[in-house]
């Protein structure tokens, strides 16, 4: 059973802050990726991942970056928080076969 | 440009009447198309995929190429269906997805 775990289920930061989300996956997947999910707008993609060291743009990367040292870790970082990145943030992973595995989603409010 | 489509952000449906969610999406090669779902507290997953042709908790959902839809169908609605529905676009097989904006499902008792 594919396991997706996100650091924290619940984040408070202030404006201007850096934040670290952590996303971690146990099945050896080559795939992951970073999406915000906002009412109304649906799961937007932030940032992929197809390997180690290698990320690719989603459609909404402004504010954000990540860094992927290991296969099994993929993080978000928000270099200087603010009040619109106010959101709920999901990871998943996948390999091969479409199928994406999401975590359980890390809500994040900035003050 | 690649898009997908839910027309309905909320869909109210009596138990025991039929559910249908909608999908259109736009691709000019061969899509591959998912349902995912999203139960209150719980993590987005899977639904069901239109190659497997599979019926999952009840629900089917039909790829139709000329009318460029996969609509997410039940015929009696249960309690435990309301959900957020999501109806999502693959391009290629390791390549992002793109999903819709999602209709939230809500079964009136």
């Known amino acids: 059973d594919v396991k997706v775990t996100q650091s924290s289920r619940y984040l408070v930061k202030r404006t201007g802050e850096k934040v670290f989300l952590e996303c971690v996956q146990d099945?050896?997947?080559?795939?992951m990726f970073w999406y915000r999910q906002d009412p109304g707008l649906g799961l937007r993609l932030i940032y992929f991942?197809?390997?180690?060291?290698?990320?690719e743009k989603g459609d909404i990367p402004e504010g954000y970056s990540v860094s992927r040292e290991k296969k099994e870790r993929f993080s978000l970082i928000l270099e200087s928080a603010s009040t619109n990145q106010t959101s709920m943030y999901l990871c998943?992973?996948?390999?091969?076969?479409?199928?994406?595995?999401f975590g359980p989603g890390t809500r994040l409010t900035v003050l | 440009a690649q898009r997908v489509t839910q027309p309905e952000k909320l869909l109210s449906v009596f138990k025991g009447a039929p559910v249908e969610l909608k999908c259109n999406y736009s691709?000019?090669?061969?899509?591959?198309l998912f349902w995912y779902v999203q139960y209150s507290r719980q993590r987005l997953q899977l639904l069901l995929r239109?190659?497997s042709r599979e019926s999952i908790k009840g629900f089917t959902a039909d790829l139709n190429k000329g009318e460029t839809s996969f609509h997410l169908k039940k015929p009696f609605a249960q309690e435990e269906d309301s959900a957020m529905y999501y109806c999502?676009?693959?391009?290629?097989?390791?390549?992002?997805?793109?999903f819709g904006k999602g209709t939230r499902l809500h079964i009136l008792p």
């Open positions: 998943a992973s996948s390999s091969g076969t479409a199928e994406q595995f």
């Open positions: 099945m050896d997947h080559e795939n």
């Open positions: 991942s197809y390997d180690v060291k290698m990320k």
């Open positions: 691709y000019s090669g061969s899509p591959e």
């Open positions: 239109h190659i």
């Open positions: 999502a676009l693959i391009l290629n097989r390791d390549d992002k997805i793109i």
